[in-house]
Nanobody
Framework: QVQLVESGGGLVQPGGSLRLSCAAS????????MAWYRQAPGKQRELVAA???????NYAVSVKDRFTISRDNAKITVYLQMNSLKPEDTAVYYC???????????WGQGTQVTVSS
């Protein structure tokens, strides 16, 4: 059983920073990619940032140059450093993992990020 546990969400003022963490555990197998998605109220879930096992990164246009995705291979943990946060970044952020021979998809439970003064 694979588990993804997110942490680091919270309330922050506009212009502030947060760092999200997602720790993976269980029989994961070979990791293809780890990513962060977010879903704001009334909106579809969208990709925020992704990191492949080859080291390739992909960012949503709205967060490029403000957010950075990284991974600690030893801990099987992916991070999302979020700087210069804006109210429109408010959403539930979900960790996403693709791993194993059959490229199975796993999701975390989500962590709330609220950007407000």
């Amino acid at each position: 059983q694979v588990q993804l546990v997110e942490s680091g969400g919270g309330l922050v003022q506009p212009g502030g920073s947060l760092r999200l963490s997602c720790a993976a555990s269980g029989r994961i197998g070979s990791i293809n990619s780890m990513a962060w998605y977010r879903q704001a109220p009334g909106k579809q879930r969208e990709l925020v940032a992704a990191l492949t096992d080859a080291g390739t990164t992909n960012y949503a246009v709205s967060v490029k140059d403000r957010f950075t995705i990284s991974r600690d291979n030893a801990k099987i943990t992916v991070y999302l450093q979020m700087n210069s946060l804006k109210p429109e970044d408010t959403a539930v952020y979900y960790c996403h993992l693709i791993a194993g021979l059959f490229r199975t998809t796993y999701w975390g439970q989500g962590t709330q990020v609220t950007v407000s003064s």
